[in-house]
């Protein structure tokens, strides 16, 4: 059984730092692309980063310049990480991780229609 369990949201004021966590149990971990996406309440989930299963990172259009992330991953740990910086209050969400729906499957599109498990979420709230 696929699970994948996010942790280390939490509350932070603008300008501060956060990673959140992205424990994945249950398949081959290194087969797979792992992306992040997040929520707003009242908003559409939307793409923010992922990493293909060779490593290379992708970042959605919309979220470059926004704040400063870095998406990475362990494979001994089957974790996956989301450095964000300079948060800033219009990035309050909850965050999910999501798995590619297919071995190997790339990055692109980062939608959500291309991955097919999902972390119940992490809710990441900036403050001004």
């Known amino acids: 059984q696929v699970q994948l369990v996010e942790s280390g949201g939490g509350s932070v004021q603008a300008g501060g730092s956060l990673r959140v966590s992205c424990v994945a149990s249950g398949y081959t971990y290194s087969h797979y692309s792992m992306a992040w996406f997040r929520q707003a309440p009242g908003k559409e989930r939307e793409g923010v980063a992922c990493?293909?299963?060779?490593?290379?990172?992708?970042?959605a259009d919309s979220v470059k310049g926004q704040f400063t992330i870095s998406i990475s991953k362990d494979n001994a740990k089957s974790t996956l990480y989301l450095q964000m910086n300079s948060l800033k209050p219009e990035d309050t969400a909850m965050y999910y991780c999501a798995r590619g729906r297919n071995w190997f499957s790339r990055c692109a599109p980062l939608v959500t229609g291309s991955f097919g498990a999902w972390g119940q979420g992490t809710q990441v709230t900036v403050s001004s």
């Open positions: 990493i293909d299963s060779d490593g290379t990172t992708f970042y």
